[in-house]
């Protein structure tokens, strides 16, 4: 497993843009694919997106592609989340995450109990 931690800034404005960060350690990250996920009050966890462990492919939920980005630098062992045009709804516990992934098949978007690390999360509020 890896350790993984969330950093950045957590209170924006709605129409800005946001760059979370997410630190991990342990030398398994390299063979981790990683996602981004986020829960609001009173709703469960959500996919956003997931990296492959080299970074080449990537994929995103429905309901935010085109908003976000989802990248990695393998070499500082950090997985990066932009949001742009952050709106209200945007406002949730936003986590990172991580496994092999061996035993998914990719028939369906990446659920919470497909991965095996996670990090604390990371409250974002986004204000008008």
């Known amino acids: 497993q890896v350790q993984l931690v969330e950093s950045g800034q957590g209170l924006v404005q709605a129409g800005d843009s946001l760059r979370l960060s997410c630190a991990a350690s342990g030398d398994a990250f390299r063979s981790y694919a990683m996602a981004w996920f986020r829960q609001a009050p009173g709703k469960e966890r959500e996919f956003l997106a997931v990296?492959?462990?080299?970074?080449?492919?990537?994929y995103y939920a429905s309901s935010v592609k085109g908003r976000l980005t989802i990248s990695r630098d393998n070499t500082k062992k950090a997985v990066y989340l932009q949001i742009n045009s952050l709106k209200l709804e945007d406002t949730a516990v936003y986590y990172c995450?991580?496994?092999?992934?061996?035993?998914?098949?990719?028939?369906?978007?990446?659920?919470?109990?497909?991965?095996?690390?996670w990090g604390p999360g990371i409250q974002v509020t986004v204000s008008s």
């Open positions: 995450a991580g496994d092999t992934l061996h035993h998914y098949a990719g028939d369906r978007d990446p659920v919470e109990g497909d991965f095996s690390s």
């Open positions: 990296t492959s462990s080299s970074g080449i492919q990537t």
